[in-house]
């Protein structure tokens, strides 16, 4: 399964230059890295990212993540993925820019927000 994460452009470009991330802000307050599927993502980007541009979309195998990928409750009662480890740039299957346009994130073609 593909699951997705949405980094701002310096937590993108620290990933890449150091291999691996605690993930942003948020992440290291909460102890995991938040994740969100494919029909989750868009909600996620609309509620924690309204109006910032400049933002990647990340896709991520859940079978690259093992045992440390856990389904948790949160947003509406939904299972959400989160990972009990670093994320590490070799998890990342392809990173995409999520530019802004008329106030809503564009999601890269062919991505279909109601899969996964």
């Known amino acids: 399964m593909i699951i997705y994460k949405i980094f701002r452009t310096p937590e993108w470009a620290h990933l890449r230059s150091e291999g ?35 933002l990647m979309l990340l896709a991520i195998d859940t079978d690259r993540l093992g045992d440390d990928l856990k389904w948790e409750k949160s947003r509406g009662d939904q299972l959400f993925p989160h990972l009990y480890r670093v994320m590490k740039l070799d998890d990342v299957l392809w990173a995409q820019p999520l530019p802004l346009k008329d106030g809503a994130h564009q999601f890269p073609a062919g991505f279909d927000e109601a899969a996964g």
């Open 20 to 54: 691996e991330t605690r993930g942003a802000p948020v992440d290291i307050n909460d102890g995991y890295v938040h994740f969100s599927t494919a029909a989750q993502v868009a909600e996620t980007a609309a509620k924690h990212f309204a109006s910032e541009d400049g």
